[in-house]
Protein backbone atom coordinates (compact mmCIF):
# COMPACT_ATOMS: atom_id res chain seq x y z
CA UNK A 1 0.00 0.00 0.00
CA UNK A 2 1.28 3.22 -0.65
CA UNK A 3 -0.09 6.72 1.13
CA UNK A 4 0.09 9.38 -0.93
CA UNK A 5 1.10 12.62 -0.07
CA UNK A 6 -2.02 14.87 -0.08
CA UNK A 7 -2.22 17.93 -2.40
CA UNK A 8 -1.68 21.27 -0.89
CA UNK A 9 -4.86 23.17 0.74
CA UNK A 10 -5.38 26.56 1.88
CA UNK A 11 -5.43 25.87 5.92
CA UNK A 12 -6.89 29.40 6.64
CA UNK A 13 -9.45 29.44 3.66
CA UNK A 14 -10.61 26.10 5.44
CA UNK A 15 -10.29 27.23 8.94
CA UNK A 16 -12.13 30.57 7.82
CA UNK A 17 -15.14 28.48 6.14
CA UNK A 18 -15.70 25.52 8.20
CA UNK A 19 -13.61 25.84 11.25
CA UNK A 20 -14.88 28.87 12.65
CA UNK A 21 -18.40 27.97 11.50
CA UNK A 22 -18.99 24.97 13.24
CA UNK A 23 -16.61 23.77 16.20
CA UNK A 24 -15.44 19.94 15.59
CA UNK A 25 -17.40 19.27 18.89
CA UNK A 26 -20.71 20.14 16.84
CA UNK A 27 -19.70 18.24 13.51
CA UNK A 28 -18.62 14.94 15.79
CA UNK A 29 -21.89 15.87 17.53
CA UNK A 30 -23.57 15.71 13.58
CA UNK A 31 -21.80 12.95 12.42
CA UNK A 32 -22.87 10.88 15.66
CA UNK A 33 -26.48 11.55 15.42
CA UNK A 34 -26.85 9.36 12.12
CA UNK A 35 -25.88 6.03 14.37
CA UNK A 36 -27.26 7.03 17.65
CA UNK A 37 -31.24 7.75 15.77
CA UNK A 38 -30.70 4.25 13.98
CA UNK A 39 -29.80 3.11 17.94
CA UNK A 40 -33.15 4.39 18.58
CA UNK A 41 -34.71 2.52 16.44
CA UNK A 42 -33.23 -0.85 17.71
CA UNK A 43 -34.13 0.06 20.93
CA UNK A 44 -38.09 0.83 19.43
CA UNK A 45 -37.65 -3.01 18.06
CA UNK A 46 -36.63 -3.86 21.53
CA UNK A 47 -39.96 -2.73 22.95
CA UNK A 48 -41.67 -3.09 20.47
CA UNK A 49 -43.27 -6.59 21.82
CA UNK A 50 -44.24 -5.28 24.78
CA UNK A 51 -47.54 -2.95 23.19
CA UNK A 52 -47.69 -5.38 20.18
CA UNK A 53 -48.38 -8.32 22.05
CA UNK A 54 -51.22 -7.19 24.21
CA UNK A 55 -52.57 -5.78 21.82
CA UNK A 56 -52.98 -8.81 19.69
CA UNK A 57 -54.17 -10.56 23.01
CA UNK A 58 -57.37 -8.74 23.66
CA UNK A 59 -60.53 -10.29 23.15
CA UNK A 60 -61.28 -7.54 20.46
CA UNK A 61 -58.58 -7.79 18.33
CA UNK A 62 -58.83 -8.36 14.23
CA UNK A 63 -55.95 -11.19 14.63
CA UNK A 64 -55.53 -13.08 17.80
CA UNK A 65 -52.87 -15.41 18.50
CA UNK A 66 -51.77 -18.23 20.94
CA UNK A 67 -49.12 -18.40 23.70
CA UNK A 68 -46.98 -20.01 21.46
CA UNK A 69 -47.16 -17.74 18.67
CA UNK A 70 -46.89 -14.70 20.94
CA UNK A 71 -43.24 -15.99 22.56
CA UNK A 72 -42.52 -16.40 18.41
CA UNK A 73 -43.11 -12.82 17.78
CA UNK A 74 -41.28 -11.86 21.20
CA UNK A 75 -38.05 -13.85 19.90
CA UNK A 76 -38.36 -12.74 16.24
CA UNK A 77 -36.68 -9.87 16.37
CA UNK A 78 -33.63 -11.27 18.49
CA UNK A 79 -33.52 -14.38 16.23
CA UNK A 80 -31.64 -12.76 13.09
CA UNK A 81 -29.27 -10.00 15.57
CA UNK A 82 -26.46 -12.67 15.39
CA UNK A 83 -26.17 -12.73 11.72
CA UNK A 84 -27.35 -8.91 11.17
CA UNK A 85 -24.05 -8.01 12.95
CA UNK A 86 -21.88 -10.77 10.81
CA UNK A 87 -23.72 -8.88 7.86
CA UNK A 88 -22.79 -5.33 9.41
CA UNK A 89 -19.24 -6.37 10.15
CA UNK A 90 -18.70 -7.47 6.58
CA UNK A 91 -20.32 -4.31 4.87
CA UNK A 92 -18.39 -1.91 7.42
CA UNK A 93 -15.02 -3.32 6.33
CA UNK A 94 -16.12 -3.44 2.63
CA UNK A 95 -17.93 -0.93 1.88
CA UNK A 96 -17.14 1.39 4.71
CA UNK A 97 -18.92 2.70 7.50
CA UNK A 98 -20.94 5.48 6.20
CA UNK A 99 -22.26 3.12 3.50
CA UNK A 100 -23.19 0.60 5.65
CA UNK A 101 -25.70 2.74 7.77
CA UNK A 102 -26.71 3.97 4.92
CA UNK A 103 -27.82 0.49 3.88
CA UNK A 104 -28.83 0.04 7.41
CA UNK A 105 -31.30 2.77 7.54
CA UNK A 106 -33.06 1.46 4.48
CA UNK A 107 -33.73 -1.95 6.00
CA UNK A 108 -34.75 -0.56 9.14
CA UNK A 109 -37.35 1.73 7.03
CA UNK A 110 -38.86 -1.72 5.00
CA UNK A 111 -39.32 -3.49 8.40
CA UNK A 112 -41.27 -0.92 9.91
CA UNK A 113 -43.09 -0.33 7.03
CA UNK A 114 -43.96 -4.20 7.13
CA UNK A 115 -45.36 -4.05 10.25
CA UNK A 116 -47.59 -1.77 9.86
CA UNK A 117 -49.38 -2.82 6.96
CA UNK A 118 -49.23 -6.36 8.32
CA UNK A 119 -52.52 -8.88 8.52
CA UNK A 120 -51.53 -12.00 9.69
CA UNK A 121 -49.04 -13.69 11.34
CA UNK A 122 -46.43 -14.82 9.29
CA UNK A 123 -46.62 -10.52 8.09
CA UNK A 124 -46.16 -9.60 12.22
CA UNK A 125 -43.21 -12.42 11.70
CA UNK A 126 -41.15 -10.63 8.42
CA UNK A 127 -41.37 -7.44 9.80
CA UNK A 128 -40.06 -8.40 13.28
CA UNK A 129 -37.16 -10.50 11.21
CA UNK A 130 -36.81 -7.79 9.03
CA UNK A 131 -36.04 -4.87 12.13
CA UNK A 132 -34.44 -7.83 14.18
CA UNK A 133 -31.74 -8.02 11.43
CA UNK A 134 -31.59 -4.19 11.03
CA UNK A 135 -30.76 -4.21 14.91
CA UNK A 136 -28.23 -6.55 14.09
CA UNK A 137 -26.72 -4.48 11.35
CA UNK A 138 -26.71 -1.65 13.21
CA UNK A 139 -24.84 -3.19 16.42
CA UNK A 140 -20.85 -2.81 14.83
CA UNK A 141 -21.02 -0.40 12.62
CA UNK A 142 -22.34 2.08 15.00
CA UNK A 143 -20.16 1.78 17.50
CA UNK A 144 -16.89 1.87 15.19
CA UNK A 145 -18.06 4.68 13.06
CA UNK A 146 -18.43 6.96 16.36
CA UNK A 147 -14.96 5.67 17.72
CA UNK A 148 -13.06 6.58 14.65
CA UNK A 149 -14.77 10.13 14.26
CA UNK A 150 -14.71 11.54 17.55
CA UNK A 151 -12.16 13.00 20.16
CA UNK A 152 -10.93 10.95 22.96
CA UNK A 153 -12.09 13.21 24.91
CA UNK A 154 -15.68 13.12 24.08
CA UNK A 155 -15.74 9.63 22.53
CA UNK A 156 -17.11 8.02 25.58
CA UNK A 157 -20.02 10.37 25.93
CA UNK A 158 -20.80 9.87 22.56
CA UNK A 159 -20.56 6.26 22.87
CA UNK A 160 -22.89 6.34 25.78
CA UNK A 161 -25.59 8.49 23.68
CA UNK A 162 -25.71 4.89 21.47
CA UNK A 163 -27.11 3.09 24.77
CA UNK A 164 -29.19 6.46 25.53
CA UNK A 165 -30.94 5.81 22.32
CA UNK A 166 -31.82 2.57 23.04
CA UNK A 167 -33.53 3.40 25.94
CA UNK A 168 -34.99 6.18 24.63
CA UNK A 169 -36.58 4.09 21.43
CA UNK A 170 -37.56 1.58 24.50
CA UNK A 171 -39.64 4.41 25.75
CA UNK A 172 -40.96 6.22 22.76
CA UNK A 173 -41.98 2.24 21.37
CA UNK A 174 -44.13 2.31 24.59
CA UNK A 175 -45.44 5.74 24.80
CA UNK A 176 -46.53 4.79 20.56
CA UNK A 177 -48.33 1.83 21.58
CA UNK A 178 -50.12 3.42 24.88
CA UNK A 179 -51.88 6.24 22.50
CA UNK A 180 -51.59 4.34 19.02
CA UNK A 181 -52.68 1.04 17.63
CA UNK A 182 -49.58 -0.79 16.79
CA UNK A 183 -49.86 -0.37 12.86
CA UNK A 184 -49.60 3.42 13.79
CA UNK A 185 -46.59 2.79 16.49
CA UNK A 186 -44.95 1.00 13.56
CA UNK A 187 -45.52 3.69 11.29
CA UNK A 188 -43.93 6.37 13.74
CA UNK A 189 -40.76 4.16 14.13
CA UNK A 190 -40.63 4.40 10.76
CA UNK A 191 -40.16 8.34 10.09
CA UNK A 192 -36.80 8.16 12.42
CA UNK A 193 -35.16 6.02 9.52
CA UNK A 194 -35.54 9.05 7.10
CA UNK A 195 -34.01 11.46 9.34
CA UNK A 196 -30.93 8.84 10.48
CA UNK A 197 -30.44 8.58 6.68
CA UNK A 198 -30.39 12.79 5.48
CA UNK A 199 -27.89 12.83 8.68
CA UNK A 200 -25.60 10.37 7.47
CA UNK A 201 -25.74 11.89 4.06
CA UNK A 202 -24.15 15.16 5.11
CA UNK A 203 -21.67 13.56 7.25
CA UNK A 204 -17.88 12.40 6.16
CA UNK A 205 -16.47 8.71 5.85
CA UNK A 206 -14.61 6.96 8.54
CA UNK A 207 -10.97 8.57 8.30
CA UNK A 208 -9.72 5.10 10.40
CA UNK A 209 -11.42 3.25 7.23
CA UNK A 210 -10.23 5.46 4.46
CA UNK A 211 -6.56 5.27 5.84
CA UNK A 212 -6.69 1.53 6.07
CA UNK A 213 -7.86 2.09 2.36
CA UNK A 214 -4.56 3.60 1.41
CA UNK A 215 -6.82 6.98 0.90
CA UNK A 216 -4.70 9.38 2.32
CA UNK A 217 -5.85 12.54 0.53
CA UNK A 218 -9.32 11.54 1.25
CA UNK A 219 -8.52 10.07 4.74
CA UNK A 220 -7.15 13.35 5.66
CA UNK A 221 -10.00 15.98 4.79
CA UNK A 222 -12.56 13.78 6.14
CA UNK A 223 -10.52 14.30 9.74
CA UNK A 224 -10.04 17.81 9.61
CA UNK A 225 -14.12 17.82 8.46
CA UNK A 226 -14.56 16.39 11.66
CA UNK A 227 -11.33 17.26 14.09
CA UNK A 228 -10.09 20.54 12.94
CA UNK A 229 -6.77 22.25 13.10
CA UNK A 230 -5.50 22.02 16.22
CA UNK A 231 -2.11 20.90 17.20
CA UNK A 232 -3.76 17.80 19.03
CA UNK A 233 -5.08 16.81 16.27
CA UNK A 234 -2.58 16.86 13.84
CA UNK A 235 -0.43 15.59 16.24
CA UNK A 236 -2.95 12.16 16.64
CA UNK A 237 -3.29 11.97 12.68
CA UNK A 238 0.55 12.02 12.37
CA UNK A 239 0.38 8.93 14.74
CA UNK A 240 -2.52 7.39 12.68
CA UNK A 241 -0.30 8.12 9.61
CA UNK A 242 2.85 6.58 11.27
CA UNK A 243 0.53 3.36 12.55
CA UNK A 244 -0.48 2.62 9.06
CA UNK A 245 2.68 2.66 7.32
CA UNK A 246 4.12 0.36 10.29
CA UNK A 247 1.29 -2.41 10.26
CA UNK A 248 2.15 -2.15 6.34
CA UNK A 249 5.69 -2.69 7.04
CA UNK A 250 5.12 -5.49 9.55
CA UNK A 251 2.23 -7.42 7.34
CA UNK A 252 5.30 -7.31 4.59
CA UNK A 253 7.83 -9.19 7.24
CA UNK A 254 8.01 -12.91 7.01
CA UNK A 255 7.20 -13.45 10.49
CA UNK A 256 3.87 -11.18 10.18
CA UNK A 257 3.03 -13.37 7.01
CA UNK A 258 3.18 -16.30 9.31
CA UNK A 259 0.75 -15.06 11.66
CA UNK A 260 -2.42 -14.14 11.48
CA UNK A 261 -3.87 -10.56 12.79
CA UNK A 262 -6.87 -13.13 14.31
CA UNK A 263 -4.35 -14.93 16.52
CA UNK A 264 -2.02 -12.15 17.90
CA UNK A 265 -2.77 -10.60 21.33
CA UNK A 266 -4.23 -7.65 20.67
CA UNK A 267 -7.13 -9.01 18.95
CA UNK A 268 -7.72 -12.17 21.02
CA UNK A 269 -7.57 -10.19 24.27
CA UNK A 270 -10.39 -7.84 23.81
CA UNK A 271 -12.70 -10.93 21.92
CA UNK A 272 -12.42 -12.39 25.33
CA UNK A 273 -13.07 -9.42 27.31
CA UNK A 274 -16.47 -8.38 25.23
CA UNK A 275 -17.26 -11.83 24.91
CA UNK A 276 -17.47 -11.89 29.22
CA UNK A 277 -19.32 -8.26 29.16
CA UNK A 278 -21.50 -8.96 26.83
CA UNK A 279 -22.53 -12.66 28.35
CA UNK A 280 -23.02 -10.82 31.72
CA UNK A 281 -25.02 -7.97 30.43
CA UNK A 282 -27.47 -10.29 28.60
CA UNK A 283 -28.06 -13.20 31.17
CA UNK A 284 -28.37 -10.18 33.98
CA UNK A 285 -31.76 -10.30 32.58
CA UNK A 286 -31.43 -6.40 30.99
CA UNK A 287 -33.68 -7.56 27.84
CA UNK A 288 -36.31 -8.91 29.97
CA UNK A 289 -37.56 -5.95 31.52
CA UNK A 290 -38.55 -4.73 28.13
CA UNK A 291 -39.54 -7.45 26.34
CA UNK A 292 -41.87 -8.65 28.60
CA UNK A 293 -42.61 -5.32 30.30
CA UNK A 294 -46.54 -5.71 30.93
CA UNK A 295 -47.09 -9.04 32.16
CA UNK A 296 -43.93 -8.59 34.52
CA UNK A 297 -45.38 -5.71 35.84
CA UNK A 298 -48.63 -8.02 36.35
CA UNK A 299 -47.05 -10.41 38.53
CA UNK A 300 -44.44 -7.81 40.32
CA UNK A 301 -46.70 -5.16 41.62
CA UNK A 302 -49.72 -6.97 41.78
CA UNK A 303 -52.88 -6.67 39.68
CA UNK A 304 -54.50 -4.65 42.60
CA UNK A 305 -51.85 -2.34 42.88
CA UNK A 306 -50.30 0.49 40.23
CA UNK A 307 -51.44 0.42 36.85
CA UNK A 308 -49.24 -2.02 35.14
CA UNK A 309 -48.88 0.59 31.85
CA UNK A 310 -47.48 3.28 34.29
CA UNK A 311 -45.60 1.25 35.89
CA UNK A 312 -44.15 0.41 32.61
CA UNK A 313 -43.48 4.22 31.69
CA UNK A 314 -41.65 4.72 35.25
CA UNK A 315 -39.38 2.06 34.58
CA UNK A 316 -38.70 3.00 31.42
CA UNK A 317 -38.35 6.74 31.90
CA UNK A 318 -36.02 5.36 34.71
CA UNK A 319 -33.78 3.61 32.04
CA UNK A 320 -33.85 6.70 29.84
CA UNK A 321 -32.73 8.98 33.26
CA UNK A 322 -29.94 6.21 34.14
CA UNK A 323 -28.94 6.07 30.50
CA UNK A 324 -28.16 10.20 30.48
CA UNK A 325 -26.60 9.38 33.71
CA UNK A 326 -24.61 6.98 32.29
CA UNK A 327 -23.23 9.35 29.21
CA UNK A 328 -22.37 12.12 31.97
CA UNK A 329 -20.28 9.22 33.70
CA UNK A 330 -18.46 8.07 30.89
CA UNK A 331 -17.09 11.62 30.55
CA UNK A 332 -15.63 11.85 34.28
CA UNK A 333 -15.52 8.60 35.16
CA UNK A 334 -13.30 5.60 33.84
CA UNK A 335 -14.34 2.46 32.58
CA UNK A 336 -13.38 -0.12 35.76
CA UNK A 337 -14.81 1.58 38.27
CA UNK A 338 -17.91 1.90 36.47
CA UNK A 339 -18.13 -1.56 35.81
CA UNK A 340 -17.36 -2.64 38.91
CA UNK A 341 -20.06 -0.06 40.31
CA UNK A 342 -22.75 -1.54 38.14
CA UNK A 343 -22.11 -5.03 38.83
CA UNK A 344 -21.61 -5.01 42.33
CA UNK A 345 -25.17 -2.36 42.55
CA UNK A 346 -26.89 -5.33 39.72
CA UNK A 347 -25.88 -8.55 41.68
CA UNK A 348 -27.48 -6.94 44.96
CA UNK A 349 -30.56 -5.34 43.09
CA UNK A 350 -31.27 -9.05 41.94
CA UNK A 351 -30.77 -10.92 44.80
CA UNK A 352 -32.90 -8.31 46.80
CA UNK A 353 -35.84 -8.17 44.42
CA UNK A 354 -35.66 -12.33 44.48
CA UNK A 355 -35.73 -12.21 48.16
CA UNK A 356 -38.33 -9.49 48.55
CA UNK A 357 -40.44 -11.56 45.90
CA UNK A 358 -40.14 -14.77 48.13
CA UNK A 359 -41.92 -13.15 51.01
CA UNK A 360 -44.52 -11.36 49.16
CA UNK A 361 -45.51 -14.71 47.48
CA UNK A 362 -45.38 -16.61 51.02
CA UNK A 363 -46.28 -14.26 53.56
CA UNK A 364 -49.29 -12.45 53.51
CA UNK A 365 -48.48 -9.62 55.68
CA UNK A 366 -46.27 -8.35 52.67
CA UNK A 367 -48.43 -8.74 50.01
CA UNK A 368 -49.58 -4.98 51.49
CA UNK A 369 -45.77 -3.86 50.29
CA UNK A 370 -45.73 -4.75 46.42
CA UNK A 371 -44.93 -1.35 45.73
CA UNK A 372 -41.50 -2.17 47.20
CA UNK A 373 -40.60 -4.69 44.41
CA UNK A 374 -40.92 -1.81 41.61
CA UNK A 375 -38.54 -0.10 44.04
CA UNK A 376 -35.97 -2.52 43.64
CA UNK A 377 -36.84 -3.62 40.12
CA UNK A 378 -35.84 0.18 39.36
CA UNK A 379 -32.63 -0.09 41.20
CA UNK A 380 -31.79 -2.93 38.97
CA UNK A 381 -32.41 -1.10 36.15
CA UNK A 382 -30.25 2.53 37.66
CA UNK A 383 -27.03 0.11 38.55
CA UNK A 384 -27.61 -2.33 34.83
CA UNK A 385 -27.56 1.28 33.00
CA UNK A 386 -25.32 3.07 34.27
CA UNK A 387 -22.55 0.69 33.49
CA UNK A 388 -23.05 -3.11 32.08
CA UNK A 389 -25.69 -2.04 29.48
CA UNK A 390 -23.62 0.79 28.10
CA UNK A 391 -19.66 -0.54 28.19
CA UNK A 392 -19.74 -3.27 26.24
CA UNK A 393 -21.20 -1.45 23.48
CA UNK A 394 -19.02 1.63 23.96
CA UNK A 395 -15.81 -0.68 24.37
CA UNK A 396 -16.78 -2.53 21.29
CA UNK A 397 -15.39 0.48 18.96
CA UNK A 398 -12.48 1.35 21.25
CA UNK A 399 -10.68 -2.27 21.89
CA UNK A 400 -10.11 -3.89 18.84
CA UNK A 401 -6.93 -3.00 16.17
CA UNK A 402 -8.12 -1.54 12.89
CA UNK A 403 -7.39 -4.04 10.95
CA UNK A 404 -9.69 -6.59 12.93
CA UNK A 405 -11.95 -4.26 14.13
CA UNK A 406 -15.08 -5.45 11.65
CA UNK A 407 -14.83 -9.14 12.13
CA UNK A 408 -14.21 -8.62 15.84
CA UNK A 409 -16.92 -5.93 16.34
CA UNK A 410 -19.24 -8.45 14.70
CA UNK A 411 -18.59 -11.47 16.34
CA UNK A 412 -18.84 -10.02 20.01
CA UNK A 413 -22.33 -7.84 18.66
CA UNK A 414 -23.44 -11.39 17.00
CA UNK A 415 -22.20 -13.38 20.40
CA UNK A 416 -24.65 -10.30 22.16
CA UNK A 417 -27.74 -10.99 19.95
CA UNK A 418 -27.37 -15.32 20.67
CA UNK A 419 -27.02 -14.06 24.17
CA UNK A 420 -29.85 -11.84 23.85
CA UNK A 421 -32.32 -14.68 22.00
CA UNK A 422 -31.28 -17.55 24.24
CA UNK A 423 -32.51 -15.12 27.21
CA UNK A 424 -35.67 -13.65 25.56
CA UNK A 425 -36.96 -17.48 24.59
CA UNK A 426 -36.38 -18.91 28.13
CA UNK A 427 -37.80 -16.46 29.46
CA UNK A 428 -40.82 -17.10 30.31
CA UNK A 429 -40.15 -20.93 30.90
CA UNK A 430 -37.81 -20.08 33.70
CA UNK A 431 -40.68 -17.86 35.37
CA UNK A 432 -42.63 -20.83 35.13
CA UNK A 433 -40.28 -23.63 36.27
CA UNK A 434 -38.50 -21.16 39.39
CA UNK A 435 -40.86 -18.83 39.56
CA UNK A 436 -39.93 -14.34 38.97
CA UNK A 437 -37.97 -14.80 42.47
CA UNK A 438 -36.08 -17.66 41.33
CA UNK A 439 -35.47 -15.90 37.78
CA UNK A 440 -33.88 -12.85 39.24
CA UNK A 441 -31.91 -15.24 41.52
CA UNK A 442 -30.02 -16.63 39.17
CA UNK A 443 -30.00 -13.69 37.36
CA UNK A 444 -28.14 -12.17 39.97
CA UNK A 445 -25.87 -14.81 40.75
CA UNK A 446 -24.60 -14.70 37.31
CA UNK A 447 -24.38 -10.70 37.10
CA UNK A 448 -21.85 -11.38 40.05
CA UNK A 449 -19.69 -13.84 38.41
CA UNK A 450 -18.93 -11.76 35.46
CA UNK A 451 -18.69 -8.87 37.52
CA UNK A 452 -15.35 -11.09 39.06
CA UNK A 453 -14.19 -12.09 35.86
CA UNK A 454 -14.27 -8.31 34.55
CA UNK A 455 -11.86 -7.13 37.66
CA UNK A 456 -9.59 -9.78 36.14
CA UNK A 457 -9.79 -9.01 33.04
CA UNK A 458 -11.38 -5.21 31.66
CA UNK A 459 -8.59 -2.72 30.80
CA UNK A 460 -9.33 0.88 31.29
CA UNK A 461 -9.62 3.18 28.10
CA UNK A 462 -11.06 6.60 29.04
CA UNK A 463 -8.66 8.83 27.14
CA UNK A 464 -7.02 7.18 25.54
CA UNK A 465 -6.58 7.44 21.27
CA UNK A 466 -7.59 4.04 19.32
CA UNK A 467 -3.19 3.95 18.68
CA UNK A 468 -2.72 4.12 22.17
CA UNK A 469 -5.50 1.27 23.27
CA UNK A 470 -3.90 -1.23 20.63
CA UNK A 471 -0.44 -0.84 22.20
CA UNK A 472 -1.85 -1.16 25.56
CA UNK A 473 -3.97 -4.88 24.42
CA UNK A 474 -0.62 -5.36 22.90
CA UNK A 475 1.83 -5.18 25.74
CA UNK A 476 -0.58 -6.15 28.67
CA UNK A 477 -1.89 -4.38 31.37
CA UNK A 478 0.99 -5.40 33.42
CA UNK A 479 2.71 -2.69 31.37
CA UNK A 480 0.46 -0.32 30.77
CA UNK A 481 1.97 2.49 32.99
CA UNK A 482 4.95 2.35 30.38
CA UNK A 483 2.47 3.18 27.80
CA UNK A 484 1.45 6.24 29.17
CA UNK A 485 4.86 7.59 29.84
CA UNK A 486 7.22 6.16 27.45
CA UNK A 487 10.88 6.25 27.26
CA UNK A 488 12.45 9.09 24.81
CA UNK A 489 14.36 7.45 22.10
CA UNK A 490 17.57 9.47 20.50
CA UNK A 491 16.86 11.71 18.38
CA UNK A 492 13.35 12.16 19.27
CA UNK A 493 11.26 13.66 22.67
CA UNK A 494 8.66 11.91 23.95
CA UNK A 495 5.66 14.17 23.01
CA UNK A 496 6.63 13.09 19.13
CA UNK A 497 3.59 10.94 19.36
CA UNK A 498 0.83 10.19 21.97
CA UNK A 499 1.66 7.81 24.51
CA UNK A 500 1.30 4.12 23.80
CA UNK A 501 2.67 4.04 20.22
CA UNK A 502 5.87 2.89 19.73
CA UNK A 503 8.78 5.05 19.42
CA UNK A 504 9.66 2.76 16.17
CA UNK A 505 6.74 3.95 14.57
CA UNK A 506 7.78 7.38 15.40
CA UNK A 507 11.18 7.03 13.38
CA UNK A 508 8.95 6.99 10.31
CA UNK A 509 8.79 9.90 7.82
CA UNK A 510 5.73 11.70 8.06
CA UNK A 511 5.04 14.09 5.57
CA UNK A 512 4.07 17.63 7.29
CA UNK A 513 0.46 19.36 5.70
Known sequence: MIIKKPPAMNDAFIES???KRFSPLARQVLAASGPIISSAAAGMTNGFSAILLPQLQQPDSKLSITEDQASWIASMAPLPMALGCIL?????????RKTAHLLLNVSFAIGWCV?????????ILAGRFITGLSCGLVGPPASVYIAETSDPKYRGILLAGVTFAVSGGILLAHLFGTFFQWQTAALLCSLFMIVAYVLMVVSPESPAWLLARGSRSEAETSFRWLRGYDPASRQEFDAMVARSEQREKDTQTQTEQKRSPYRRREFLMPLATLLVFFGTMQFSGVNIVAFYSIALMKTTIGSDSLNEYLAML????????????ACILLRSVGRRPLAMASGVGTTVSLIGLSIFLYFQTSIPLYRNYSWLSLVFLISYIVFVGIGL????WCMTGEIFPVATRGLGSGLTSSFNFVCFFAVIKTG??????VGINGTFLVYGVISLLGTLLLYVILPETKNRTLQEIEEQFRRGRSKAKDAEAPTPVEGTSSGSLPAGVPQTVSQVPVEKY
Do not use: K, W
Open 314 to 325: IVDLVRVVTSLV
Open 17 to 19: NVV
Open 115 to 123: LSTAGSYPQ
Open 428 to 433: PTLFAT
Open 88 to 96: GGYLMERCG
Open 389 to 392: FPLP
